[in-house]
């Protein structure tokens, strides 16, 4: 079955950099485009980044471009985010989320999707 | 696009129906899901296609609407629904978005 697993989030001081792992089984990783969601605690969801099955196109929330990284090693079936310049205001749970389109389905990058498949999520708290 | 749901906090009975809105502030066509998350747990897709239920969703739960106005059924609330609802877009991005959610608790 599908997982996902999130990993690296913490405590860290703005300003700051962190990189969030999402490590991924139950499906051909390198077929398939990933996201990064966030929720602040107790409050609602924000998508904040997506890449392509292959890595090649990358979209990210405006809250985010130029400080956030998305990327994914496909012989590692993982996922990253690396997080510069941290602020308060991004401290959030952090979930990766799957695409639900395979690349030989006729995935379309340019064209939005939902996410079929979420990890666990992993909490980042940006604090002095 | 911004999504926006109503009511932010819905009281039912089990055995009731539980009825929840969604509103685009613009068109989204069909393009619109939903998640259903308990505390502490991540979002699970609950449907999709704006009326497409994802694997293993029991038939309770039924979606329905087009362009901006969207409604998410549960016909008989079970205990095991209670828990915060959200939509979302994926007709424009970027960005996808998401409504603010509406909690469904126990009357």
């Given at each position: 079955?599908?997982?996902?697993?999130?990993?690296?989030?913490?405590?860290?001081?703005?300003?700051?950099?962190?990189?969030?792992?999402?490590?991924?089984?139950?499906?051909?990783?390198?077929?398939?485009?990933?996201?990064?969601?966030?929720?602040?605690?107790?409050?609602?969801?924000?998508?904040?980044?997506?890449?392509?099955?292959?890595?090649?196109?990358?979209?990210?929330?405006?809250?985010?471009?130029?400080?956030?990284?998305?990327?994914?090693?496909?012989?590692?079936?993982?996922?990253?985010?690396?997080?510069?310049?941290?602020?308060?205001?991004?401290?959030?749970?952090?979930?990766?989320?799957?695409?639900?389109?395979?690349?030989?389905?006729?995935?379309?990058?340019?064209?939005?999707?939902?996410?079929?498949?979420?990890?666990?999520?992993?909490?980042?708290?940006?604090?002095? | 696009?911004?999504?926006?749901?109503?009511?932010?906090?819905l009281s039912v009975s089990p055995g009731e129906r539980a009825t929840l809105s969604?509103?685009?502030?613009?068109?989204?066509?069909?393009?619109?899901?939903?998640?259903?998350?308990?505390?502490?747990?991540?979002?699970?897709?609950?449907?999709?296609?704006?009326?497409?239920?994802?694997?293993?969703?029991?038939?309770?739960?039924?979606?329905?609407?087009?362009?901006?106005?969207?409604?998410?059924?549960?016909?008989?609330?079970?205990?095991?629904?209670?828990?915060?609802?959200?939509?979302?877009?994926?007709?424009?991005?970027?960005?996808?978005?998401?409504?603010?959610?509406?909690?469904?608790?126990?009357?």
């Open positions: 079955q599908v997982q996902l697993v999130e990993s690296g989030g913490g405590v860290v001081q703005p300003g700051r950099s962190l990189r969030l792992s999402c490590t991924a089984s139950g499906f051909i990783f390198s077929n398939y485009g990933m996201h990064w969601v966030r929720q602040a605690p107790g409050k609602g969801l924000e998508w904040v980044a997506v890449i392509s099955y292959d890595g090649s196109n990358k979209y990210y929330a405006d809250s985010v471009k130029g400080r956030f990284t998305i990327s994914k090693d496909n012989s590692m079936n993982t996922l990253y985010l690396q997080m510069n310049s941290l602020r308060a205001e991004d401290t959030d749970v952090y979930y990766c989320a799957k695409d639900p389109r395979s690349a030989r389905d006729g995935y379309n990058f340019y064209r939005p999707y939902y996410f079929d498949y979420w990890g666990q999520g992993t909490l980042v708290t940006v604090s002095s | 696009i911004v999504m926006t749901q109503s009511p932010a906090t969604c509103r685009a502030s613009q068109s989204v066509s069909s393009n619109l899901a939903w998640y259903q998350q308990k505390p502490g747990q991540a979002p699970r897709l609950l449907i999709y296609g704006a009326s497409t239920r994802a694997t293993g969703i029991p038939a309770r739960f039924s979606g329905s609407g087009s362009g901006t106005e969207f409604t998410l059924t549960i016909s008989s609330l079970q205990s095991e629904d209670f828990a915060v609802y959200y939509c979302q877009q994926y007709n424009n991005w970027p960005p996808v978005t998401f409504g603010g959610g509406t909690k469904v608790e126990i009357k």
